[in-house]
């Protein structure tokens, strides 16, 4: 089982890098176009995700994002994701998001548990109806 979570972990923090890959693409424009509202919006609507908190810095290193003093990780289980935004190969900043995993590792749980408890229904009411069905047979 440690194995399967591991690789269940690997899965996750690669499909939020390549959320991260495609939101950083979508952040430079405002970026750059210093239109804060737009890219404060869009961010925003991305931290309702659970376990995502995200930062964007410029390439002097100054925060854009969010007004708040920001740790890079706070807790434990946090993961710090680095994408680089850049524009013709030229560095405008960054895109940081500290990923807690553990609520979609909770709900993946949840839903292994759903599906092993459906199993054993099944298996449950196949036995019974073969103990039926034998019982009327034999007698």
Known sequence: MPMQQSAIRQALIEANQGTLEQLGKVVITPMIQRDYS????????????????????????????PLDPWEATSDQNEILIIQQLSLLDDSV???????NLEPQ???????????????????????????????????
């Open 105 to 139: 590792l909770s709900r993946l749980e949840a839903i292994g548990l759903n599906v092993e408890l459906l199993d054993m229904a099944i298996l449950s009411f196949g036995l019974i109806f073969l103990f039926f069905y034998f019982k009327g047979n034999i007698t």
């Open 93 to 99: 900043g960054e895109l940081q998001l500290a990923l």
């Open 38 to 65: 737009q890219m404060f919006e869009l961010l925003d609507s991305q931290e309702t995700r659970d376990g995502w908190r995200l930062r964007v810095l410029r390439d002097d290193g100054k925060q854009l994002y």
